[in-house]
């Protein structure tokens, strides 16, 4: 990654893109293993096809400490087991803040510290903080794809392995009125 010189960059809020753009990441079921509470019902999802479950679009601004890079991610809608579509979800590995704006669709930003869980439901023009120390994943809990702008420090880093060993405190599965959160563990 090389830094950049100032510039602008164009955020289409209808498209969901940004121009110039830099690295695209698409997750696809198979990379979300040991995350859905139903393993089975995971592994079905990923012989069906292995859809497509949400992808990252980066401003050129590059991951280096001090620089504040931006992304949109776009959460497809659907479910597996009963358990909404969601990212993977990471901790900064040196605790760093970071804001999400909605831009379209409706979703869900669930933070957790190892001790206490927060959910906060993202609509166009929410913007979601996520303070140092708590970890985040965002579900999509609509019936179009969500997606959100982050912006978030370039040394943040991802630790995908903290969400793997803690959880992320509340699950949240598609209830009888939308989203029902239930309890990680007896999910
Ligand atoms: C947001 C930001 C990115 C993150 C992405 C997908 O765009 O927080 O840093 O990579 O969401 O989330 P995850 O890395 O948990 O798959
Ligand atoms: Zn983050």
Same mark, same amino acid.
């Given at each position: @990654?090389?830094?950049?010189?100032?510039?602008? *960059? &164009?955020?289409?809020?209808? @498209?969901?893109?940004?121009?110039? !753009?830099?690295?695209?990441?698409?997750? &696809?079921?198979?990379?979300?293993?040991?995350?859905? %509470?139903?393993?089975?019902?995971?592994?079905?999802?990923?012989?069906?096809?292995?859809?497509?479950?949400?992808?990252?679009?980066?401003?050129?601004?590059?991951? *280096?400490? %001090?620089?504040?890079?931006?992304?949109?991610?776009?959460?497809? +809608? =659907?479910?597996?087991? =009963? !358990?909404?579509?969601?990212?993977?979800?990471?901790?900064?590995?040196? #605790?760093?803040?970071?804001?999400?704006?909605? *831009?379209?669709? %409706?979703?869900?930003?669930?933070?957790?510290?190892?001790?206490?869980? &927060?959910?906060?439901?993202?609509?166009?023009?929410?913007?979601?903080?996520?303070?140092? =120390?708590? @970890?985040? &994943?965002?579900?999509?809990? =609509?019936?179009? +794809?969500?997606?959100?702008? @982050?912006?978030?420090?370039?040394?943040?880093? #991802?630790?995908?392995?903290?969400?793997?060993?803690?959880?992320?405190?509340?699950?949240?599965?598609?209830?009888?009125?939308?989203? !029902?959160?239930?309890?990680?563990?007896?999910?």
């Amino acid at each position: @990654a090389v830094p950049v010189p100032p510039m602008s *960059i &164009r955020f289409d809020q209808a @498209a969901g893109t940004l121009s110039p !753009e830099g690295p695209t990441l698409t997750r &696809r079921m198979s990379d979300l293993e040991g995350l859905f %509470r139903d393993h089975e019902a995971w592994e079905k999802a990923v012989a069906d096809g292995d859809p497509v479950v949400y992808s990252v679009i980066s401003s050129p601004v590059p991951e *280096i400490d %001090r620089e504040l890079p931006q992304s949109i991610t776009t959460i497809q +809608p =659907g479910t597996t087991g =009963g !358990e909404l579509w969601m990212t993977k979800g990471h901790q900064h590995p040196n #605790h760093q803040g970071e804001i999400y704006l909605g *831009i379209s669709g %409706r979703g869900g930003l669930l933070m957790f510290d190892g001790t206490e869980t &927060r959910w906060v439901e993202m609509t166009p023009g929410t913007i979601g903080y996520m303070p140092p =120390g708590w @970890a985040h &994943r965002s579900v999509n809990i =609509g019936d179009e +794809p969500y997606s959100f702008l @982050a912006v978030y420090p370039g040394g943040a880093g #991802h630790d995908y392995g903290w969400v793997l060993e803690h959880g992320m405190g509340l699950r949240a599965l598609s209830g009888a009125d939308g989203v !029902e959160l239930v309890d990680y563990v007896e999910g």
